[in-house]
């Protein structure tokens, strides 16, 4: 099987900063894309960042400048640096991970639990 664990939520005031991780683990062959999205509470999931495994960043508008997303491939991990912070950016973030499992042609896709990130005002 495959896991995502994401880290390094938690609580900030406004216009401070928090870096969360997310590790892929398991039975893993390649991991394409991968991204972040956050759900605050009565709205939909949404896109926050996406980052192919060439290196190419996609972010959605409302935190461009704000928010970096990366990824150290030797470690399948990936990093959103999320500086800035609004109280608007308050959401449970979840890690998503395109993998193709071992011995697999089929890509598929995968979900972490969720860390929170709450930002005061």
């Known amino acids: 099987q495959v896991q995502l664990v994401e880290s390094g939520g938690g609580l900030v005031q406004a216009g401070g900063s928090l870096r969360l991780s997310c590790v892929v683990s398991?039975?893993?062959?390649?991991?394409?894309?991968m991204g972040w999205y956050r759900q605050a509470p009565g709205r939909q999931r949404e896109l926050v960042a996406t980052?192919?495994?060439?290196?190419?960043?996609n972010n959605a508008d409302s935190v461009k400048g704000r928010f970096t997303i990366s990824r150290d491939n030797a470690k399948n991990t990936a990093y959103l640096q999320m500086n800035s912070l609004k109280p608007e950016d308050t959401a449970v973030y979840y890690c998503?991970?395109?993998?193709?499992?071992?011995?697999?042609?089929?890509?598929?896709?995968?979900w972490g639990q969720g860390t929170q990130v709450t930002v005061s005002s």
């Open positions: 998503n991970a395109q993998v193709y499992r071992m011995g697999s042609l089929e890509r598929n896709e995968y």
């Open positions: 398991g039975s893993i062959w390649i991991i394409n894309a």
């Open positions: 980052i192919t495994s060439g290196g190419s960043t």
